[in-house]
């Protein structure tokens, strides 16, 4: 065995060699490759990117209250009585309580505005929060990056850094139209590139009135001692309303949706990569078949010498493999490049464009890296084979 | 192998191709005994078999049926890998197009067979220039073949042949590309590897001046027959 493997490594270092005999059809393969491993990454990064983005959104130790047998705000409805059962509750049911014994508390609705950043662009769907003034401390990680909160009853808002820095006119002090009415910017907050900073915030009982929601609320948000408080939550959900309430963390809110829409990214890249890499595993073996008959009275020569077939099959299937190697690592490299920190925008759960930054991490490149080499491993076996059954009499006749 | 046997035993070996559907025969019962450290040419007209029955001999090509002994092997009933490996320690084969590898030097060229031997690389060294030096090319080691006159190449090629020590070399009209002064260059060469080295040598030659150095020449001829006729 360890002479077939020598006898493969001095083939394959022969193929080097003439390699520059075929640089252009080689080249093609690599070029190829690449493109596929660069699309995949591509989507593969767009959806970890989404991943990350709704992840870093959610925190275990907050509990959102959803009603109506939704597990999304989208849809959700509590009723005004269940909020005030709850809060008239005594009790430690796992909800943190501030100094006046109050539960640390936020009523929630959102609304979509239709948003035309400046004239003649295309509208984009913005999220305006309405929250109660406790909304901003019940957010892990959110940092009030500019200028203030805004007031009860006034016509403020907040903006998150991605709708700051995506949309003109959200500087601190200007004036928006949101809807039918005006409000004044008088922050800016960051969450790290969470989903949160592509949300606006306002005073709940303001967005009510401006948008015609007197009274609803679509989600209550808790602050939990710990995580596994959100069970005694939920017992206690049970006996406060005829509608049905149910509390999940806030981190699996948007892990699920992020789920959603990550696995839909990936249900479009995935099967447009693999359309592509069957084109590419196409060229790959006409590549590696004209490397076969470019190589005939070399291989012929050196199986006349007595090296196996073995080694003239696998020298020719390492030669289609290391050149999607080169392929994959172009693409990839390219992907990281091109795509690494881009900057983009989805529509997320609540119907309004989420922001977020494609991703090119480890598993991006070792998934769209493998199906580089699946190309050459596939596109090379034909040619490997049909390297093993050159005609050596023949070959070696045509020699001259 | 007794002293009785011949080295090379060939028995009722028949040979054929299909060409379009067509079955040709080449050899029907040819038979053929050549002794240890002969000198053989092998000619004829072409087409009649002379390169098909060296490739069987070489192992690169199998007979249809028969015999073909070669010292204690028996070709005829060798699979694919056993024939591979019984030509890296077998026999030498010399081409009329040299075949050398474009992309290699002539001492990478010539140190091909001893890569499929267990051999340290100052023994594998200390051997290609030592055959090298035999040929006459001492001190070109490093030259490519594109550089070199087709005289040198074709002595790059018998190096090759003969770096890993076979007792037997097999050469398909290996003057047939030379003019005469570099054609009679490496017939001196090959009489010399039988007459010095008592290497056992298998010509193929159109030429009747180079059929002159071997000890004796077979007429190939109406395929299956073979008529033998001392060298004057
Ligand atoms: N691989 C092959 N396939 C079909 N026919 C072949 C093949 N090799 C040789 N032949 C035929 O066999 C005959 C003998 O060929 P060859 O041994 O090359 O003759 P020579 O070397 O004496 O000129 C020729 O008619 C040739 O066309
Ligand atoms: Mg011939």
């Keep these: 065995m360890s002479n077939h493997i020598k006898q493969?490594?001095?083939?394959?270092?022969?193929?080097?060699?003439?390699?520059?005999?075929?640089?252009?059809?080689?080249?093609?393969?690599?070029?190829?490759?690449?493109?596929?491993?660069?699309?995949?990454?591509?989507?593969?990064?767009?959806?970890?990117?989404?991943?990350?983005?709704?992840?870093?959104?959610?925190?275990?130790?907050?509990?959102?209250?959803?009603?109506?047998?939704t597990n999304q705000e989208m849809g959700s409805d509590i009723p005004a009585d269940a909020i005030r059962n709850l809060q008239a509750m005594s009790g430690d049911f796992g909800v943190t309580r501030d100094a006046a014994g109050s539960l640390i508390a936020s009523r929630e609705i959102?609304?979509?505005?239709?948003?035309?950043?400046?004239?003649?662009?295309?509208?984009?769907?913005?999220?305006?929060r309405g929250m109660d003034a406790s909304g901003p401390l019940i957010r892990d990680g959110v940092t009030l990056s500019d200028g203030r909160l805004f007031r009860p009853s006034a016509r403020e808002i907040v903006v998150g850094a991605r709708i700051a820095a995506d949309f003109p006119g959200f500087e601190i002090g200007e004036t928006v139209r949101?809807?039918?009415?005006?409000?004044?910017?008088?922050?800016?907050?960051?969450?790290?590139?969470?989903?949160?900073?592509?949300?606006?915030?306002?005073?709940?009982?303001?967005?009510?009135?401006?948008?015609?929601?007197?009274?609803?609320?679509?989600?209550?948000?808790?602050?939990?001692?710990?995580?596994?408080?959100?069970?005694?939550?939920?017992?206690?959900?049970q006996n406060i309303s005829q509608t049905r309430l149910l509390a999940v963390s806030e981190a699996n809110l948007y892990a699920a949706q992020a789920g959603r829409t990550a696995d839909i990214i990936q249900l479009f890249g995935w099967p447009l990569a693999l359309l592509m890499a069957i084109g590419a595993t196409a060229g790959a073996l006409n590549t590696m078949?004209?490397?076969?008959?470019?190589?005939?009275?070399?291989?012929?020569?050196?199986?006349?010498?007595?090296?196996?077939?073995?080694?003239?099959?696998?020298?020719?299937?390492?030669?289609?493999?290391?050149?999607?190697?080169?392929?994959?690592?172009?693409?990839?490299?390219?992907?990281?490049?091109?795509?690494?920190?881009?900057?983009?925008?989805t529509?997320?759960?609540?119907?309004?464009?989420?922001?977020?930054?494609?991703?090119?991490?480890g598993d991006v490149m070792l998934n769209a890296g493998l199906l580089g080499l699946a190309i050459g491993a596939l596109g090379g076996a034909i040619p490997a084979f049909a390297a093993t059954r050159l005609p050596l009499t023949a070959a070696l006749r045509a020699s001259g | 192998m007794t002293n009785t046997q011949p080295y090379i035993s060939i028995r009722h070996l028949q040979k054929g191709y299909k060409i379009g559907g067509e079955a040709i025969s080449i050899f029907d019962g040819l038979d053929l005994d050549i002794p240890n450290g002969d000198f053989v040419a092998?000619?004829?007209?072409s087409?009649?078999?002379?390169?098909?029955?060296?490739?069987?001999?070489?192992?690169?090509?199998?007979?249809?049926?028969?015999?073909?002994?070669?010292?204690?092997?028996?070709?005829?009933?060798?699979?694919?890998?056993?024939?591979?490996?019984?030509?890296?320690?077998?026999?030498?084969?010399?081409?009329?197009?040299?075949?050398?590898?474009p992309m290699l030097n002539a001492a990478e060229n010539v140190e091909l067979p001893l890569l499929l031997k267990p051999l340290s690389a100052k023994d594998r060294r200390d051997r290609v220039r030592k055959v090298l030096d035999l040929v006459g090319l001492s001190g070109r080691e490093r030259q490519y073949p594109s550089m070199m006159s087709g005289g040198q190449q074709q002595r790059v090629g018998i190096a090759r042949a003969i770096v890993s020590d076979p007792?037997?070399?097999?050469?398909?009209?290996?003057?047939?590309?030379?003019?005469?002064?570099?054609?009679?260059?490496?017939?001196?060469?090959?009489?010399?590897?039988?007459?010095?080295?008592?290497?056992?040598?298998?010509?193929?030659?159109?030429?009747?001046?180079?059929?002159?150095?071997?000890?004796?020449?077979?007429?190939?001829?109406?395929?299956?027959?073979?008529?033998?006729k001392r060298a004057a």
């Excluded at chain 1, 529509?347 to 991490?361: E, K, P």
């Excluded at chain 2, 092998?42 to 007209?45: D, E, F, K, V």
């Excluded at chain 2, 010095?196 to 059929?211: N, Q, S």
Aim: proline content about 2%; hydrophobic content about 45%.
């Design chain 1, 8 to 69: 493969t490594f001095i083939m394959s270092r022969a193929n080097l060699f003439s390699l520059p005999r075929r640089l252009a059809i080689s080249t093609s393969m690599v070029l190829s490759v690449a493109l596929v491993v660069a699309v995949l990454a591509g989507f593969l990064a767009m959806s970890k990117g989404f991943e990350q983005a709704l992840e870093g959104a959610g925190s275990s130790d907050i509990a959102v209250v959803l009603g109506g047998g």
């Design chain 1, 178 to 237: 949101l809807g039918a009415l005006d409000w004044t910017v008088v922050g800016h907050f960051a969450s790290n590139g969470s989903a949160f900073e592509s949300e606006i915030w306002a005073d709940l009982e303001t967005t009510r009135a401006a948008f015609d929601r007197q009274g609803q609320v679509q989600s209550l948000r808790l602050r939990l001692h710990d995580a596994s408080s959100l069970s005694s939550l939920n017992v206690q959900l």
């Design chain 1, 289 to 345: 078949m004209s490397s076969v008959a470019d190589r005939t009275v070399e291989i012929a020569t050196l199986r006349a010498l007595g090296f196996s077939r073995l080694s003239a099959c696998l020298a020719t299937w390492f030669e289609a493999i290391a050149l999607a190697c080169i392929g994959a690592v172009l693409g990839i490299l390219a992907s990281w490049l091109g795509f690494n920190g881009w900057q983009a925008s």
């Design chain 2, 42 to 45: 092998i000619m004829g007209p």
């Design chain 1, 110 to 128: 959102i609304v979509t505005i239709g948003f035309t950043p400046e004239a003649d662009t295309l509208p984009r769907t913005l999220a305006l």
């Design chain 1, 347 to 361: 529509v997320g759960a609540n119907n309004a464009s989420i922001g977020f930054q494609l991703s090119v991490t």
């Design chain 2, 167 to 228: 007792g037997l070399l097999l050469c398909d009209e290996p003057t047939g590309d030379l003019d005469r002064k570099s054609a009679d260059d490496v017939l001196q060469m090959l009489r010399f590897l039988n007459q010095e080295l008592g290497k056992t040598i298998i010509m193929v030659t159109h030429d009747p001046e180079a059929a002159k150095y071997a000890k004796r020449v077979l007429h190939l001829d109406k395929g299956n027959f073979v008529e033998e």
């Design chain 2, 47 to 101: 087409g009649s078999g002379k390169s098909t029955l060296l490739n069987m001999l070489a192992g690169i090509d199998r007979p249809d049926a028969g015999e073909l002994r070669i010292g204690n092997s028996y070709l005829n009933q060798m699979g694919e890998g056993a024939r591979a490996s019984w030509r890296a320690h077998n026999m030498g084969i010399v081409f009329q197009f040299y075949n050398l590898l």
